[in-house]
Each structure stands twice: as structure tokens, then as C-alpha cells.
């Protein structure tokens, strides 16, 4: 496939082998990668948290990450279709919500289950597949990343391992369908909402995308066979139609991932449909004149959910480049755009107004890098990035994204990479945590390094510590 030729000629490097990847940006890939080996010291925490925690999942525990563990059978009797619970569902007669209960609650079984819009039922998400996906999703996307700027080859195994285990193994694997997600006792066993499920796997095609560097992914033509049949199945299915027509992040995040399964799959004119579509059917239709996107800042957590939105665009926008259609450039004759989306948002992020809308749970704004550093790029403007920092209330230099979309590419930053001696370590609050590349790999003696949660890093239940940001972070 043709790579699309890059502005950012600061993060281009000749040295490192460019990445045909879709939502992430291939030659930025290289260029950080090349950085990274000279011994950039802007990234060295980045890269170290990353390290940290790629060795993390190396020692964890992955059994669980399949289908085939959770306690329910799916009405169509096999395990291997994924099955998930609507995450704001709770019974109608919950003591956690006071009486007057719904009409019509059967007060004794708690049926039908109701939604309380921002509340996430956590005893009962638990106990089907999500959460075994978004660690999964999380694991493989961190270790493909470590594997791609360390060329270690046990990191790309343990990836595979990972990626046999939840899409192909016989035993073990996922079918190609959602059938069976958001469902709620009382109501539907599966609903088209459920397709929400699979946002974060936009990363993990990603960096299957860097794992095809690797002489291990031998079963590369397999997977693609399975995002394909998934990619066929979003585009087919009662629920993917269903999903195709939703007008709010559910819209926005059905198109970033179909346009970045379907062009794994080598479905072009799948991508392509959609990227041609989804300036009409997406920005028109859920970005307002002014930036303001309604459809999210009517929920509980409308703040998080602009920020979904958008991380939905970005994906996206990125993907449809591929397709030769530019959306970050579209403004609709009224004004509409991606941009003025993001540039809606400063003004409350630094305090110089007052948001009107609910926000039922905090939110850090440096979960919001991601947003603000791509637009930074992609818009060619630095006042996105100095808004970042300026409202961010954590250090943002340890952030994964920092690895994706330096911080370099930002128009008025630096070009020139800045080498760390190897003799004269810079000297940080924690003691050797940004080491260098090449003794980047976590002791297990050193505790305080293996109890270490990197600013923009979750710990899971089973030991790791993987980057939020490839989190379903709603859930």
C-alpha cells in the first residue's frame, strides 16, 4: 500500500524501517525509533515507562485473556463468541439507586435491568469478556511498540502468543462477531452499542502492523482472515447497521474502526467508503458551528465523552488519509470541523470558562494528550500543545503517546534531537527510572522500579501495568 508522504520532516529517518500503519503515523514511527537509539533524552522517560511496562506484561499472567473464561455461555451455546454486559445497566430495584423505582420493575428478580447513564456496573462487567479484551488489546499493543523501538524479538513473541491465543487458537479463540455485547438481563442479550467494545483494537492493528516486522508472525495471513470476517460482519449484521447509523461517538468510533480493520484486511474500498462518507455523515452531523458536539455533552461524563469523540476523529481522520480523503482539512460551509471540535474545548480546559455540562466523575486533562498533541501536528499549530501543558495536572513526558506523536513535530519545537551522554545520566526525581534504551529491562530486585506506575500507565488485575490510553478508559 502507498504511504502517504509526510510533512514532519524532523521525525523522517532513513535508519528505521517506516511501518505501514493506518491511525498511527509510519514515518513519525521511524523517525521517534531513530531517536531512540541515538539516546534522545526527550524520550527517555517515555521510553523507559514503556519498557517498564512491556517487562510487566512479559511476567503476567495471560490465561484469562480469552473468551473461553468467563462464567456465561451466550445464547447461541458456544463460549467462543464474546459476550458482554451494558455497562450502565444495573437491576430496577438496585438499593445504589433509591425507590421510586422504573414502572414496571419486577421488585423480586430486579428485571428489567435500567440504565443509569455514567454508572458503570462493575460487579456485573466483570463477569463477562470486556475486561479480558481491553487488557488483552492493551498488552499486545504495548508489547508490538516495545518490540518496534528495541528490535527485541521475545517482546513480538509474547505479542503472538497473546494474539493466537484471543483470535485463533482453536481451543481459545474469539469469533468474528459481537453478537452478543452490551447485553442486559431483562432486555437484549446483544446490542449494536456493543461494537463500542472494540474501539481500542484501532491500536491493536496498529501495532500489528509492527509486528509484521517481526520474523515470528508467521500466521499473519490468519489474522487478517479474521478482521476481515469481522470487518464483512460490522459491515453486514443487523447490529453493525445499526451502529453505522449512529450519530454520537458510537458513529464516529464504528467508522475509525472499520476504516482501520477494512484496510488491514486489504479491503480498500471498504476504507475508502467510509472515509468519502464521513465528512457528510460524522462532522456534519455531530459537530456544531461553534465546536460544540451535543449528542456528548448531554451524558453524565460529557467532558470524557468529548474526549472519546475525538480521539474517534483523530483515528478516524488519520485512517481516511490512506484513502486519499482529507478530513482535517473539511470545514463545512457553515463551519463545521474537527479543529473547531478541539478549539471548543481550551477555554474550559484552562479555566477561562465555566463548564455547563455534567461531569459526574474527575478527569485529568492529561488524558487528553492524545487529542491536543495530534491536532498540534495534524492542525500545524502549537497552541494546542501549549494548552495541554498548561492544563494538565501530571507530567506528561512518561505518556505513551509521547512515542507516537512527539512532541518535536509540534510546529516551533526543536528539530534538533537532544542526546543524552551516556556517561552523565540526566538526573530526574526518580532515581535511574529514564535509563537508556539499552538497559531499559526492569530488574526484579529493584522494587521501587517494579512497583513503579509511570504518570499515564493503569495497573491491571493481573500484575501489569500497561498505558491508559490504550484502555477502554469508560469502562
Not at 322 to 351: C, N, Q, T, W
Amino acid at each position: 500500500r502507498e504511504m502517504l508522504s509526510s510533512s514532519h520532516g524532523a521525525e523522517k529517518s532513513a535508519e528505521a524501517t517506516i511501518p505501514q500503519t493506518f491511525s498511527w503515523d509510519g514515518e513519525m514511527l521511524a523517525g521517534v525509533k531513530a531517536r531512540v537509539q541515538k539516546g534522545d533524552a526527550e524520550l527517555q522517560p517515555a521510553i523507559h515507562a514503556l519498557m517498564h511496562s512491556a517487562e510487566l506484561v512479559m511476567k503476567a499472567d495471560i490465561s484469562k485473556w480469552t473468551v473461553m473464561a468467563k462464567n456465561f455461555t451466550p445464547p447461541s451455546g458456544t463460549k467462543h463468541d464474546y459476550m458482554s454486559v451494558a455497562i450502565y445497566y444495573w437491576p430496577c430495584n438496585s438499593p445504589k439507586f433509591p425507590p421510586p423505582y422504573p414502572h414496571g420493575c419486577n421488585t423480586t428478580t430486579g428485571l428489567p435491568w435500567v440504565s443509569h447513564d455514567g454508572v458503570v456496573n462493575s460487579a456485573a462487567v466483570d463477569q463477562f469478556d470486556s475486561p479480558a479484551l481491553g487488557h488483552m488489546e492493551a498488552a499486545i499493543t504495548t508489547l508490538g511498540l516495545a518490540y518496534y523501538f528495541s528490535d527485541n524479538e521475545t517482546y513480538a513473541i509474547r505479542a503472538l502468543t497473546v494474539v493466537d491465543q484471543w483470535f485463533l487458537g482453536t481451543e481459545t479463540k474469539m469469533n468474528p462477531n459481537l453478537n452478543f455485547g452490551q447485553g442486559h438481563p431483562g432486555g437484549a442479550s446483544g446490542g449494536s452499542g456493543g461494537i463500542i467494545d472494540t474501539v481500542r483494537w484501532v491500536n491493536l492493528i496498529n501495532a500489528l502492523q509492527l509486528l509484521k516486522l517481526s520474523t515470528s508472525f508467521s500466521n499473519q495471513v490468519e489474522i487478517e482472515t479474521w478482521f476481515g470476517q469481522y470487518s464483512e460482519w460490522l459491515t453486514d449484521s443487523k447490529l453493525g447497521k445499526g451502529e453505522s447509523h449512529a450519530t454520537n461517538n458510537h458513529g464516529t468510533w464504528y467508522d475509525a474502526q472499520l476504516s482501520n480493520y477494512a484496510l488491514y484486511a486489504n479491503k480498500g474500498d471498504v476504507a475508502k467508503r467510509v472515509a468519502s462518507e464521513a465528512a457528510e455523515k460524522r462532522i456534519d452531523t455531530e459537530i456544531m458551528p461553534d465546536g460544540q458536539m451535543p449528542l456528548e455533552e448531554r451524558r453524565t461524563k460529557s467532558w470524557s465523552y468529548c474526549d472519546y469523540n475525538l480521539q474517534a476523529f483523530l483515528h478516524l481522520a488519520t485512517a481516511a488519509q490512506h484513502s486519499h480523503v482529507d478530513l482535517f482539512s473539511y470545514v463545512s460551509k457553515d463551519g463545521r470541523s474537527i479543529r473547531k471540535a478541539v478549539e471548543y474545548l481550551i477555554p474550559f480546559m484552562l479555566g477561562e470558562k465555566k463548564w455547563p455540562y455534567k461531569q459526574i466523575e474527575p478527569f485529568k486533562f492529561s488524558a487528553m494528550l492524545e487529542v491536543f498533541r495530534r491536532s498540534a501536528i495534524m492542525f500545524k499549530n502549537a497552541s494546542f500543545e501549549a494548552a495541554i501543558e498548561k492544563a494538565s495536572n501530571e507530567s506528561l513526558a512518561e505518556n505513551v503517546i509521547n512515542l507516537i506523536y512527539p512532541k518535536s513535530a509540534v510546529p516551533g519545537q526543536s528539530d534538533e534531537s537532544t542526546m543524552m551522554p551516556q556517561s552523565q545520566p540526566q538526573n530526574h526525581h526518580h532515581k535511574n527510572r529514564h535509563r537508556n534504551l539499552a538497559n531499559s529491562a526492569v530488574s526484579p530486585r529493584d522494587r521501587r522500579d517494579h512497583d513503579w506506575i509511570p504518570a499515564g500507565y493503569t495497573k491491571i488485575p493481573n500484575g501489569a501495568v500497561v498505558p491508559s490510553a490504550f484502555l477502554p478508559e469508560l469502562l
